[in-house]
């Protein structure tokens, strides 16, 4: 079995999925919301982690911040946002 190519799906099947999806516009809002979501959780953490590269100096002596700075990773992230929830939750 040889890999690449198409697998012989036609235009009309597309043209009933887009016919049908057309037809509820619930689809097309949850979708369209979820990759905006998603577009701006990624241009969100691009900004968050440039910011970090600027403001490590800053926060060199205390022990707020984390000591992964120089590499941020979104499980970083998520250990300061379940603090923070945590003593708002309080």
């Known amino acids: 079995m040889e890999g690449g190519g198409g697998h012989g799906i036609d235009a009309t099947a597309f043209k009933e999925c887009l016919a049908l ?8 809002q949850l979708s369209f919301s979820a990759g905006i979501g998603g577009l701006l ?3 969100d953490t691009g900004v968050i982690s440039g910011a970090l590269l600027y ?6 002596d205390t ?3 984390p000591s992964s700075i120089k590499k941020p990773t979104n499980a970083d992230f998520q250990f ?8 708002l939750a309080e």
């Open 55 to 60: 403001i490590r100096d800053d926060f060199k």
């Open 21 to 28: 999806s057309w037809k509820n516009p619930y689809v097309l």
């Open 41 to 43: 959780f990624g241009y």
């Open 80 to 87: 300061i946002l379940d603090n923070m929830k945590a003593k």
């Open 63 to 65: 022990l707020i911040f």
